[in-house]
């Protein structure tokens, strides 16, 4: 039936699990060095996953209508847990 009878990554080592190692957000000092280097609209997502605590990846697949200027609130549906947050 095509089955294999070795395991192809039995010679492949685990990768380190560094689960200890710990992640924090990041200082006013190290976004303005960001903010200093990044060029053109990447700039405003820096500020707006600093201001807002959102992940680059869910602010750069915003669209306007993500956007309600009557209430002053976003709309963005996160990748990570697929929930809609205002």
Known sequence: ????????????????DDADTEKDVFTRKQIAKLFQTAEGEWQGAILMGYLTGLRLGDITKMRRQSVDLESGL?????????KTVA
Not at 74 to 82: C, F, N, Q
């Open 1 to 16: 039936m095509g089955y294999i009878t070795v395991n192809p990554c039995s010679g492949v080592e685990l990768l380190r």
């Open 74 to 82: 976003l709309k963005v549906k996160t990748g990570k847990i697929g």
